[in-house]
C-alpha cells in the first residue's frame, strides 16, 4: 500500500479509487478489505456450533470498540488467537493511529505476536511506509504512535496508558500481572478503550477462569470458537487433516478443554483410568516402590536406547528417577527408584549412576535450583525447567503417550496409584504434580540432539 498525505488515503499498487481505503475505517466490509490487503489475512467468519461465535465478529467488535472489555475463549493452536491479535494490534495502528499495548501471558507468547507482526509488515501490500523503524519490541510508526509487546512484570504493565489492550494467553498469565495491566487503557481523543483479554481455558483455577467470572458479573461479551468455525468451509484457514492428526497426538483431558472448549475441572482424571490400568503390567513385575527400593525390572542392554528422568525431592517430595527403554514398541520401563530428600550430591549421585549402568540420555527438574544439581552431576544431564507452556507440553506430550498404549511398565504400586488418581489440576492447575508423572515425563523428554546444560521455558 501507499501512503498518501493528502485526505489521508491508503492505497493498495495498482487498485482503483474504488479499492482505496479512507481513514479512518467506518464499515466491517472497509476493515475486511483492508486486513486483506494489507496484510493478506481472511478471517473465518462462519459459524458451525450453536453457542459459538466466529473469529471476525470478535475481531471486529474490538476494532469499533463496541464493548469496552471483551474475552476470547478459543481452541489451542487451531483457533488462530495470537494471530488475530496481531493483526488487530497492527490494524488499530495503522489505520487509528493510536498506540497499542500487547501483553503475553509468557515470553514465548510476546514473541509470538512479534512473529506474526513481522509476517504481515512483509506482505506485498502493507503500508511499509508507516514505518519508522525495525519491527521490534516498540515498534513505531509514521503517525507517532508505537506498538509494544510488554513484558509480563509489573513495571512494564505499569507504563503508558494506549487505548487498547491485547492480552493474550491469559490463563499462563499471573492474576496480579493481569490486574495490574487492567489499569492500562484510556480513551485518547477519538479513540475509545478497548481491552480483549483472550485465551484457551484448560486451567479450573487460573486467571482465564477469574476472567470469565468477572465477564459474567459485569456483563462484558465473551466471544467463544472452536476449530470447527477455523476450518469452516470457503472461509476457514485450517486443514481439516491438521484437526485429525492433533486428536490423536494429546491426552484425552486436554482435548476436551483445549480443542473442544470444554470447562476445565480439577476434580476430572489427567489420565484416562483405561490406559493407566493398560500401562501397568504385572507380567513386567510386581513392586511396591517403597521409599529407598531399587527397583530394575531389566538389566541393560547393549543394544538399548534408553531415556532417564529425575524429580527431585524439595521439603516433604520424592526424588524420582526412572528410566524408559525406547528400541522397543511399545517403551518399557526398565528401572525405578524412589527415595525421600537427600543430601544433594546423595541424590545426584543416584542419577549419575543410573546413567553410568544404562546409559542414553539424562534429564532432569532444574526448576530453580540453578547451578546446584549441574555442580555435582558428572553426566551431561539436561535441566529442564517446569514453567508455562514448556510444563504444560512437557506433561501432556507423555500423557498422550500413555493413552495411546506407547509406554508400558511393571505394576510399581506406588507409581501406578499416582497415575491412576492424578487430577487434572495436579497436573495441569496449582495442585501436587505427582513426582512419578513428573519423572516419567523428563525421561520420556528428548533432549535435542546437541545437548545443552538448561532448557529455559520462557516465563
Same mark, same amino acid.
Given at each position: 500500500m &501507499?501512503?498518501?498525505?493528502? %485526505?489521508?488515503?491508503?492505497?493498495?499498487p495498482?487498485?482503483?479509487?474504488?479499492? /482505496?481505503?479512507r481513514?479512518?475505517?467506518?464499515?466491517?466490509?472497509?476493515?475486511?478489505?483492508f486486513?486483506?490487503?494489507?496484510?493478506g489475512?481472511?478471517?473465518?467468519?462462519?459459524?458451525?456450533?450453536?453457542?459459538?461465535t466466529?473469529?471476525?465478529?470478535?475481531?471486529?467488535?474490538a476494532?469499533?470498540?463496541r464493548?469496552?472489555?471483551?474475552?476470547?475463549?478459543?481452541?489451542?493452536?487451531? =483457533? %488462530?488467537k495470537?494471530l488475530?491479535?496481531?493483526?488487530?494490534a497492527?490494524?488499530?495502528?495503522?489505520?487509528?493511529?493510536?498506540?497499542?499495548?500487547?501483553?503475553?501471558?509468557?515470553? +514465548?507468547?510476546?514473541?509470538?505476536?512479534?512473529?506474526?507482526?513481522?509476517?504481515?509488515?512483509?506482505?506485498?501490500?502493507?503500508?511499509?511506509?508507516?514505518?519508522?523503524?525495525?519491527v521490534?519490541?516498540?515498534?513505531?510508526?509514521?503517525?507517532g504512535?508505537?506498538?509494544k509487546a510488554?513484558t509480563?512484570?509489573? &513495571?512494564?504493565?505499569? =507504563?503508558?496508558?494506549?487505548?487498547?489492550? #491485547?492480552?493474550?494467553?491469559?490463563?499462563?498469565m499471573?492474576?496480579?500481572i493481569?490486574d495490574?495491566?487492567?489499569?492500562?487503557?484510556?480513551?485518547m481523543?477519538?479513540?475509545?478503550?478497548?481491552?480483549?483479554?483472550?485465551?484457551?481455558h484448560?486451567?479450573?483455577?487460573?486467571?482465564?477462569t /477469574?476472567?470469565?467470572? #468477572?465477564?459474567?458479573?459485569?456483563?462484558?461479551?465473551?466471544?467463544?470458537?472452536?476449530?470447527? +468455525?477455523?476450518?469452516a468451509?470457503?472461509?476457514g484457514?485450517?486443514?481439516?487433516?491438521?484437526?485429525?492428526?492433533?486428536?490423536?497426538?494429546?491426552?484425552?483431558?486436554?482435548?476436551? &478443554?483445549?480443542? /473442544?472448549?470444554?470447562?476445565?475441572?480439577?476434580?476430572?482424571?489427567?489420565?484416562?483410568?483405561?490406559?493407566?490400568?493398560?500401562?501397568?503390567?504385572?507380567?513386567?513385575?510386581?513392586?511396591?516402590?517403597?521409599n529407598?527400593?531399587?527397583?530394575?525390572?531389566?538389566?541393560?542392554?547393549?543394544? %538399548?536406547?534408553y531415556g532417564?528422568?529425575? $524429580?527431585?525431592?524439595?521439603?516433604?517430595d520424592?526424588?524420582?528417577?526412572?528410566?524408559?527403554?525406547? $528400541?522397543?514398541?511399545?517403551?518399557?520401563?526398565?528401572a525405578?527408584?524412589?527415595?525421600?530428600?537427600?543430601?544433594?550430591p546423595?541424590?545426584?549421585?543416584?542419577?549419575?549412576?543410573?546413567?553410568?549402568?544404562?546409559?542414553?540420555?539424562?534429564?532432569?527438574?532444574?526448576?530453580?535450583?540453578g547451578?546446584?544439581?549441574?555442580?555435582?552431576?558428572k553426566?551431561?544431564?539436561t535441566?529442564?525447567?517446569?514453567?508455562?507452556?514448556?510444563?504444560?507440553?512437557?506433561?501432556?506430550?507423555?500423557?498422550?503417550?500413555v493413552?495411546?498404549? /506407547?509406554?508400558?511398565?511393571?505394576d510399581?504400586?506406588?507409581?501406578?496409584d499416582?497415575?491412576?488418581?492424578a487430577?487434572?489440576?495436579?497436573?495441569?492447575?496449582? =495442585?501436587?504434580?505427582?513426582?512419578?508423572?513428573c519423572?516419567m515425563?523428563l525421561?520420556?523428554?528428548?533432549?535435542?540432539?546437541?545437548?545443552?546444560?538448561?532448557?529455559?521455558?520462557?516465563?
Amino acid at each position: 500500500m &501507499t501512503i498518501q498525505s493528502s %485526505g489521508v488515503i491508503l492505497a493498495p499498487p495498482g487498485a482503483t479509487a474504488a479499492c /482505496e481505503f479512507r481513514l479512518p475505517l467506518r464499515t466491517e466490509a472497509e476493515l475486511k478489505q483492508f486486513v486483506l490487503w494489507a496484510w493478506g489475512v481472511r478471517i473465518p467468519d462462519v459459524q458451525v456450533c450453536p453457542n459459538h461465535t466466529t473469529p471476525w465478529r470478535a475481531f471486529a467488535d474490538a476494532y469499533f470498540a463496541r464493548n469496552r472489555v471483551a474475552v476470547w475463549k478459543a481452541s489451542r493452536g487451531f =483457533g %488462530g488467537k495470537t494471530l488475530l491479535l496481531a493483526t488487530l494490534a497492527l490494524t488499530e495502528a495503522v489505520t487509528l493511529k493510536c498506540d497499542v499495548n500487547v501483553l503475553g501471558g509468557s515470553g +514465548e507468547q510476546s514473541s509470538n505476536v512479534l512473529k506474526y507482526a513481522r509476517q504481515h509488515w512483509q506482505h506485498r501490500g502493507a503500508p511499509a511506509g508507516m514505518l519508522t523503524g525495525e519491527v521490534a519490541r516498540e515498534t513505531r510508526l509514521l503517525w507517532g504512535n508505537v506498538v509494544k509487546a510488554l513484558t509480563a512484570s509489573q &513495571t512494564s504493565v505499569r =507504563g503508558p496508558h494506549a487505548p487498547r489492550l #491485547r492480552l493474550d494467553e491469559i490463563d499462563e498469565m499471573e492474576l496480579s500481572i493481569f490486574d495490574a495491566a487492567l489499569g492500562q487503557p484510556m480513551t485518547m481523543g477519538s479513540v475509545p478503550a478497548q481491552t480483549v483479554m483472550s485465551s484457551t481455558h484448560h486451567r479450573a483455577d487460573g486467571t482465564m477462569t /477469574e476472567a470469565l467470572k #468477572r465477564a459474567r458479573e459485569q456483563g462484558h461479551p465473551v466471544y467463544e470458537w472452536c476449530y470447527r +468455525e477455523s476450518i469452516a468451509k470457503g472461509d476457514g484457514w485450517l486443514a481439516e487433516s491438521e484437526v485429525q492428526a492433533k486428536r490423536l497426538e494429546v491426552p484425552i483431558v486436554m482435548w476436551g &478443554t483445549e480443542y /473442544e472448549c470444554q470447562e476445565p475441572s480439577p476434580e476430572s482424571r489427567a489420565i484416562a483410568p483405561e490406559a493407566v490400568a493398560a500401562m501397568f503390567g504385572p507380567e513386567l513385575g510386581q513392586f511396591e516402590g517403597r521409599n529407598g527400593e531399587y527397583i530394575e525390572a531389566e538389566p541393560p542392554c547393549p543394544e %538399548g536406547n534408553y531415556g532417564t528422568g529425575a $524429580d527431585w525431592a524439595r521439603k516433604q517430595d520424592w526424588t524420582i528417577i526412572a528410566t524408559i527403554r525406547f $528400541d522397543v514398541k511399545p517403551a518399557r520401563v526398565v528401572a525405578f527408584e524412589r527415595c525421600g530428600r537427600l543430601p544433594w550430591p546423595v541424590m545426584v549421585g543416584k542419577l549419575d549412576r543410573r546413567l553410568d549402568r544404562f546409559g542414553g540420555w539424562g534429564c532432569h527438574d532444574g526448576t530453580g535450583l540453578g547451578d546446584v544439581v549441574g555442580g555435582y552431576l558428572k553426566h551431561d544431564a539436561t535441566g529442564f525447567i517446569l514453567t508455562g507452556r514448556a510444563r504444560s507440553d512437557l506433561l501432556s506430550n507423555y500423557i498422550g503417550a500413555v493413552e495411546r498404549g /506407547e509406554i508400558v511398565a511393571p505394576d510399581i504400586r506406588f507409581m501406578h496409584d499416582e497415575h491412576r488418581y492424578a487430577s487434572v489440576d495436579d497436573v495441569y492447575g496449582s =495442585g501436587h504434580l505427582p513426582d512419578s508423572i513428573c519423572a516419567m515425563a523428563l525421561a520420556w523428554y528428548r533432549p535435542p540432539a546437541k545437548k545443552i546444560a538448561t532448557v529455559w521455558s520462557p516465563g
